[in-house]
């Protein structure tokens, strides 16, 4: 059993900070990654990071986002600097598990940029 939970979300200026935080329960703590789907367009990765702390990002976000983690919390963060109107949408988080090939997701955290 696993359940992932976003918070961090909300409203911010072009040019403006936000840390998204996501905690996993139970036992397993995976590969984890962010993902964002704006509206009317598909899911996209936006940045994962494995157990050893070895980080991807994509082009769109990379010199603004920071993913990190912390294993004994369980916990996954994204801080997003510089954000940009583009960066709007729902950002979930996510677990993979190679081993079982199985994925979890949370539910999601509202990100708008706007003025």
């Known amino acids: 059993q696993v359940q992932l939970v976003e918070s961090g979300g909300g409203l911010v200026q072009p040019g403006g900070s936000l840390r998204l935080s996501c905690a996993a329960s139970g036992s397993i703590f995976s590969i984890m990654g962010w993902y964002r789907q704006a509206s009317g367009k598909q899911r996209e990765l936006v940045a994962t990071i494995t157990r050893s702390g070895s980080t991807n990002y994509a082009d769109s976000v990379k010199g603004r986002f920071t993913i990190s983690r912390d294993n004994t919390k369980k916990t996954v963060y994204l801080q997003m600097n510089s954000l940009k109107p583009d960066d709007t949408a729902v950002y979930y988080c996510?677990?993979?598990?190679?081993?079982?090939?199985?994925?979890?997701w949370g539910q999601g955290t509202q990100v708008t940029v706007s003025s």
């Open positions: 996510n677990m993979e598990v190679p081993t079982w090939g199985t994925n979890y």
